[in-house]
């Protein structure tokens, strides 16, 4: 059938349901119900959830996300791993590692699709930090390790809530409404006391380097000054001297663990000089006993690089190391682009703004922590990768001006310029 202009006319699809069964992955994926209630587990929910989030994308490909850099480079990035399946020393473990990273996809489109209003990013981020309130709650009860999975210690919880913390932060600052207010600023403190009851050192690195890029961006410095100090109070006073005294041998690098990493940072170096190309997915742990020289006293057969860097490098080589800073670029440029201009703000423009900055803290808490633990196929980053380009195609619908048009911006300076320029334009 056909409109005034003689072109066919679109059918609206309702992704209602849709939308429902992308939060629902979220779910069985984070909070793993399966693994507390007893038979749950036998159905297998996140494979369920997973095809039928399949079936909404073949039904409505139409609807499909096409010219997204960010999700062409996580193609580019799977593809690449696949790759290297036939040429890995272990090839199950470089199939595992692709099949893994390709199951994120039916989640990030399915993102991308049904998050397209300001509604729904609404909707989402609560449901993402509420999720955050639930495990934080359960490692809280557990001597600060998470159900397993992606939360297996102390480390990979706090690295996740240092994630989800400046979302909880900023959209506090901005929010009007008395009990989401409420909500946000609950959020915070129980993410915040599940970093210290966890005792990562690798979280509180993580923490201090995230909450210094809230106050770098924030554009309400001396308010975020107080809150920090505020916040470090109740924890300086809810640790204790035990918690302060481990926390102050992070800079010790003649400590076992501490001198641990660094010789396997040096191994997985010396691994990639000898493989530029890569040596597969989740092959650092099969190749490792080949490069730790005299550095261990023993084989280290599975040892891991405990660093996303130093996976990323000897694991992918040069093609994964150009793949990975290209998405990191655009996910700078994007989320300094969310954010408007404009003199008179309205309530939607407030929120994307919040949402800005909280992209650019949470990539500083997902980095900064990463740095120490092997968490280069985990889901979040890629995860919030997804947010940010929703919440740049939503920003772009709203807009008015061209300029905050992300999508049409293509980065062509320097990483380390990029990033410089991405938070000084921001704060």
């Known amino acids: 059938m056909g409109n005034a202009t003689g072109k066919p006319e679109t ?85 595992a590692t692709f ?19 300001i509604e729904r990013l609404k909707t989402f981020v609560k449901f993402y930090v509420g999720l955050m309130i639930y495990i934080s709650l359960y ?15 102390e480390n990979d919880v706090s690295l996740y809530i240092n994630m989800v913390i400046p979302f909880c932060y900023f959209l506090f600052l901005i929010e009007e409404k008395k009990w989401t207010k409420v909500f946000y600023g609950t959020a915070l403190m129980i993410g915040l006391l599940t970093v210290v009851i966890s005792f990562s050192r690798g979280g509180f690195v993580g923490l201090v380097i995230m909450f210094f890029i809230v106050w770098l961006v924030s554009p309400r410095k001396m308010v975020t000054v107080v809150a920090i100090l505020f916040l470090g109070t109740i924890v300086y006073f809810y640790a204790g001297e035990t918690y302060l005294n481990e926390m102050g041998t992070v800079t010790d690098t003649k400590e076992s663990t501490a001198k641990a990493r660094l010789n396997s940072w040096a191994s997985g170096l010396d691994m990639f000089l000898d493989n530029p190309l890569g040596v597969g997915g989740n092959n650092f742990q099969v190749r490792f006993p080949e490069y730790q020289g005299d550095r261990f006293n023993r084989g280290m057969w599975g040892r891991v690089a405990h660093s996303l860097w130093f ?27 969310i ?19 909280a992209f650019l803290a ?3 808490g997902f980095f900064a922590s990463a740095s120490f633990i092997s968490v280069l196929y985990y889901p979040h980053y890629w995860y919030l990768t997804a947010m940010i380009v929703a919440t740049v195609r939503i920003r772009k619908k709203l807009s008015e001006a061209p300029e905050d048009d992300a999508l049409e911006k293509t980065p062509g300076k320097p990483f380390g310029k990029a990033l410089r320029k991405a938070v000084g334009r921001t704060a």
């Open 139 to 153: 490692a809280m009860t557990h001597g600060g390790m998470g159900s397993g999975n992606y939360f297996a210690d």
């Open 339 to 357: 954010r408007t201009r404009r003199k008179v703000l309205s309530g939607d423009d407030r929120y994307l703004n919040a949402m800005s900055i």
């Open 311 to 337: 996976t990323l490098i000897p694991e992918t080589g040069i093609f994964g190391i150009v793949i990975y800073l290209r998405l990191l670029i655009y996910n700078l440029k994007d989320a300094r682009a």
């Open 11 to 95: 059918a609206v699809v309702d992704t209602t349901t849709w939308f429902r069964c992308t939060m629902l992955y979220l779910l069985v994926d984070y909070a793993r119900p399966q693994d507390l209630i007893p038979g749950v587990g036998a159905i297998r929910p996140a494979l369920l959830v997973m095809a039928v989030l399949i079936f909404f994308l073949i039904k409505h490909r139409a609807l499909l996300v096409r010219g997204a850099k960010q999700i062409r480079m996580i193609w580019y990035f799977i593809a690449l791993l696949g790759l290297f399946i036939p040429f890995a020393r272990n090839n199950y473990y470089a199939y």
């Open 362 to 364: 949470s990539l500083a």
């Open 99 to 117: 099949s893994e990273m390709l199951k994120f996809m039916p989640f990030i489109l399915s993102l991308l699709i049904c998050v397209n209003s």
